[in-house]
């Protein structure tokens, strides 16, 4: 992987003293990724080697190797302003772009499942960041909000192949054609009934939803049930955009104490 990242931050009371303190901030990357692959996957047949990829028996297991490169580019950046209403209270928006490279997919059956495409993210943010007194007790409020609007998104999938009439070789594929919308809040509370004691509430719910995610179903399979509520058969593509994201939890709650009995012992 290489890359090239530069970022800045002008206060815009540069250009005009009414705009004094508040702060445009702009990065800029532009990434190259390089993967290069191999796989050998077989098993014995008692005469040969069957490779698992093409269904082909031959007589030495390294016929069944295949390798793939795959290369991608990608522009990313971010841009946000931020300003302090009060010396401690920040309101900030941003929006930023990323991306994850694509790779080599060990377990292809088709020559042109070897690699897959990067994924791609738009992500908009804006909250406030604040620290005061409540009777004496320091307190620290954080809030944001944000939407992610994340596309070409790589999800693992069954794959098959048809070698022969009624003879099938199956392994797996990585998709990255499916949309996804994640909006989001997170709050995070600190406060100090006394000085040596730190009590803390964080809070993040988060609402996403698949935008788009289309499956090709491969040879020999039969797929009955997608999210239109239709049979498919192999060939055909079906819908499975009412799925849930994976690794996305709703709701989390993280309750904290913390008694610092000296500098070094808490």
């Not at 290069?36 to 028996?57: E, H, I, P, R």
């Not at 992500?123 to 409540?134: L, P, R």
Request: charge should be negative; hydrophobic fraction near 35%.
């Amino acid at each position: 992987s290489y890359a090239a990242y530069a970022q800045g931050t002008y206060d815009l009371g540069g250009f005009t003293e009414a705009l004094d303190g508040l702060r445009l901030t702009l990065g800029y990357r532009y990434t190259t990724d390089k993967v290069d692959g191999f796989s050998q996957f077989y098993k014995f047949n008692g005469a040969g080697y069957t490779c698992t990829a093409t269904g082909l028996v031959v007589a030495d297991p390294a016929d069944c190797r295949f390798e793939e490169k795959s290369k991608n580019s990608q522009p990313t950046w971010t841009a946000g302003l931020d300003y302090k209403l009060q010396p401690d209270l920040l309101v900030y928006g941003k929006v930023s772009k990323g991306y994850k490279a694509g790779g080599f997919n060990t377990y292809a059956v088709r020559p042109e499942t070897r690699t897959f495409g990067p994924e791609k993210v738009v992500s908009y943010e804006a909250g406030m960041k604040s620290d005061f007194t409540v009777q004496e007790m320091p307190l620290r409020l954080n809030l944001t909000v944000f939407q992610t609007d994340y596309d070409s998104i790589q999800r693992a999938a069954g794959d098959a192949r048809e070698i022969a009439p009624g003879s099938f070789v199956s392994g797996a594929q990585i998709l990255s054609t499916a949309k996804a919308r994640i909006r989001g809040i997170e709050i995070e509370s600190v406060i100090k009934p006394i000085p040596p004691l730190e009590l803390g509430v964080n809070y993040s719910h988060l609402d996403s939803k698949y935008t788009k995610y289309e499956y090709d179903v491969p040879a020999g399979a039969v797929l009955v049930g997608d999210c239109d509520g239709n049979s498919f058969i192999s060939g055909a593509t079906a819908n499975l955009k009412c799925l849930p994201l994976q690794y996305i939890s709703p709701n989390i709650v993280n309750v904290y104490g913390r008694y610092n009995f000296t500098p070094d012992v808490s």
